[in-house]
């Protein structure tokens, strides 16, 4: 498989100040990474997807001055939740695409997942 | 657009039995994958398994199987020897062949196991 790492795990921010949460994949390079949000006991939903050098496509809903995406390297991608809200607290996943050791395509690797909340 | 679709919100198991988690698809799209994903309470997303639509042979790990039916556009997931570990949400997920990675997840099926 392949490493995909988040950071921080847990963050609690004041509401109106922004927080940064990386996403590094460890041993291999992506390519593609995602952005996911999910809500409890609901499914991911896919907030957009950034490509290593290039601008984020961001879903449709997503505001993209609020959650700024920059993957400036192979292996590092950041989400920047700017003058967050209460209603912004969620668990923020990231994935990458890639190969990974087991040399099969088409795949994504799941880091652990950023508990925000806003306060 | 892709549709992923787990009609079963919730299931439950008894150790050591077997159970089966369905999932439908609609897609026009000919090449695609299609994926199980373990969530446990760690929030962790796990690969359990993944399907390639092009090939006729159902994807086998261990004790997790698929049936795919490309016709019907159904992807179910058959857990055989229920453990207590497998206690988890499971998710479908669809991924077109030239995505670029990207996945459409359906709703998830929360699974218990018990004792």
């Known amino acids: 498989g392949a490493v995909v790492s988040q950071h921080p795990s847990r963050v609690i921010c004041k509401s109106g100040t922004s927080v940064k949460i990386e996403c590094r994949s460890l041993?291999?390079?992506?390519?593609?990474m995602f952005w996911y949000r999910q809500f409890p006991k609901k499914s991911l939903m896919l907030m957009a997807t950034?490509?290593?050098?290039?601008?984020?496509?961001?879903e449709q809903g997503v505001e993209k001055d609020k959650f700024l995406i920059n993957h400036a390297s192979l292996t590092l991608s950041t989400l920047t939740v700017t003058s967050a809200h209460p209603e912004d607290s969620s668990f923020y996943i990231c994935?990458?695409?890639?190969?990974?050791?087991?040399?099969?395509?088409?795949?994504?690797?799941f880091g652990p997942g950023t508990r925000l909340t806003v306060t | 657009a892709q549709t992923v679709t787990q009609s079963q919100p919730e299931m439950s198991v008894q150790e050591a039995e077997t159970v089966t988690l369905s999932c439908t698809y609609d897609?026009?799209?000919?090449?695609?994958?299609l994926f199980w994903y373990k969530q446990p309470p760690s929030r962790q997303m796990i690969l359990v398994i993944r399907?390639?639509?092009?090939?006729?042979q159902n994807a086998t790990e261990n004790r997790f199987s698929v049936n795919f039916q490309k016709a019907a556009k159904s992807f179910s997931l058959k857990i055989s020897d229920s453990q207590l570990g497998d206690t988890a949400m499971y998710f479908c997920?669809?991924?077109?062949?030239?995505?670029?990675?990207?996945?459409?997840f359906g709703k998830g099926t929360s699974l218990l196991v018990t004792p």
């Open positions: 994935s990458a695409g890639g190969m990974g050791t087991s040399g099969r395509s088409h795949e994504q690797y």
């Open positions: 041993d291999f390079q992506a390519t593609t």
């Open positions: 950034s490509n290593e050098g290039s601008k984020a496509t961001y």
């Open positions: 897609t026009s799209e000919s090449n695609y994958y």
């Open positions: 399907q390639e639509a092009y090939k006729q």
């Open positions: 997920a669809f991924m077109k062949g030239d995505s670029g990675y990207a996945l459409n």
